[in-house]
C-alpha cells in the first residue's frame, strides 16, 4: 500500500463531502460583514468540542459523486451507462437533493428512452447548445483519483462522463480543469510549500491543449475564444498581487461565483491557492479548513465551490490534515471513508492489470 496516496484519496473525497454539506446552508447567499461573522461563529462552533446537533446534509454533488465512484468501483472499465443510470436513479430516490433546474430535463429523458443513447438528452439541453453549468465539474473527483497515473485516460473519462448531462464546450472543459487541478494536487508531498505561479503554469499549458480556437470564432477575440486560459491568468495576476487584501467584490468580478462552469472552477481553485497563506477576516488554524471557509464567504454557489476547492486541498493535504471535528457533522462521512478505500484498491488493481 502506497499510505500517502491512499489517504488523500480519502482527503480529496472527504474534502468534497464537506465542503457541500458545510456550504449547502448559505447557497445563493450574497454574503454581507455580518454574513461572514456568521459564518465564522458557525465554523468556529462545529470545529470545537463535539456536540450533538442535526447532522448537515449533502447535495447533489456528492449525490452524484458517489455514483461515479460506485461505477468505478463496481465495473472498473469505467462503465458510462451505469452513471447515467445511477445518476437518474439516485435522482428518482431522492430528488429533494437541489439539483439543477434543467438537468431534471436530462434525467427524465435518459428514464423514458431507457438509456437508449446516454448522450443524446444532454445533447438537447439549451436549444442544442448543452448546459454549461457546473454539474459535471462537482462530481469529477473519483474519476481524477482513479486515473491519477493516466493523465489520457483521464482526459478521455471525464469527457465522456461530463457529457451524460453536460454538453457545452464551458461544462466540459470546466470539469476537465477541476480534474486537473486534483490530479496535479494529488502528486504534490503535502509537507512542500505549493509554488503558487507554477502550479498555475501547469494548468494554463494543459488548458493550451484542450481549449483551443475554432474556425467559426475567428471573429470573436482571444480572450473570449480562450476562456479559461483567460480567467486563470486573471486568477494568477489576483494571486500574486501586491495586495494581499483584495475584496471579495473584486474576487467575485473577476473570477465569478456562480452556478457555470466557468463562473467557479476557477473561483475553487483559487480558494485552495490563496488559503495556503493567511487570508484576512478568515481566522482558521489550518489551510484545509481555510480553504472551505474561504470559499464559502465568497457567496453564491457555496456548495459547489467549497465542495470543488475541498476536494483539491484534500488531495493535496491527505486525511490528517482534515478536521474531524467538521467531518463528524456531515451525513455519509463513515461511507465516503469506504468508498474511497475502494476506489483506491480498484485503482491499484488496474495498475497492476497495465
Ligand atoms: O450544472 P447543473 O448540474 O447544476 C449544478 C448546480 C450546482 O450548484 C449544484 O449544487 C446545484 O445547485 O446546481 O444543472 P443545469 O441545470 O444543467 O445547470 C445549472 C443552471 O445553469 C441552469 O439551470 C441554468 O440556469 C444555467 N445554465 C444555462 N443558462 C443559460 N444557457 C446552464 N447552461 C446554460 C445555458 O446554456
Ligand atoms: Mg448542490
Ligand atoms: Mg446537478
Ligand atoms: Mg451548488
Redo the contacts with the bound molecule.
Sequence with gaps: DNILLKSKFRGCLLGALLG?CLG?PF?GEAMTSGGKLVLQKYFDKLDGPYFRAPVKKY???TA?TKSVAKCLIDKPAVDFKCMARLFVKEYFADPRR?????????FNKLRGSKFEDIYKPAQE???G????????A?RVAPLALYFHNNYKGMIEAVTHATKI??T?K??VNGALLQAIAIQQSLLMDPVDKIDVEHFTNQLIDKMKDIETVEEDDEDINIEDQLPYQTKLKAMQELLTAEESDLSDTYVITNLGN????LG?VPTAIYCFLKAQSEIPGIKADNTFRRTIQYAISLGG?T??IA?MAGSIAGAFLGEEYINESLIKHCEFQKEMIEVADNLYAVAEDTKEAL
Design positions: 457541500d449547502a447557497e447535495t447533489d454533488d452524484m437541489g439539483y439543477g433546474q434543467n438537468v431534471v430535463d436530462v439541453q439549451f436549444g447548445m448543452g448546459s454549461y453549468g457546473n454539474g459535471g462537482m448531462t453536460h457545452n464551458l461544462g456562480n452556478i457555470s462552469a467557479s454557489d456548495d459547489t465542495s
